[in-house]
């Protein structure tokens, strides 16, 4: 299971993959992988509701259903719902094992994250590890 974090201020891509989707992975990934203090926004999957019993974060959710925002509050889970399926549509997920999908969701978000200057970073990245 590939899962994703978003920095909503400064539009950073996390992803991970996960190698079951039970209760306890996904709080773990959770509690390695996202600051302590943040504020997470989710839908209502079943296996997200065991944040609400974590008091080191804020957890929002919303219904899929009945939209993928909340217009008065302005919680919402469009830019994730995006930034995965601009993912979903770069990668046949049936055509990979589980380390070259990492290294996908891997290169993905580096380019998502580098995308306004992704020339100069290439150059960096590459420099870096020619020296």
Known sequence: MAIGFLEALSALINGKYL?????STLIAAIKTHIILGS????D?????????ELEMYTHYTINNSEGFAKPISGIHTNTIKG?????????????????QL???IYEFQWRRSNKSDIGTRGFQLLKYYID
């Open 19 to 23: 190698q079951d989707r039970n209760e």
């Open 83 to 99: 930034t995965w399926n601009a993912l979903k549509s770069k990668i046949d997920w049936h055509y990979y094992n589980q380390e």
């Open 39 to 42: 504020i997470i926004y989710s």
């Open 102 to 104: 990492l290294l996908q």
């Open 44 to 52: 209502e999957w079943k296996e997200y509701q065991k944040i609400n």
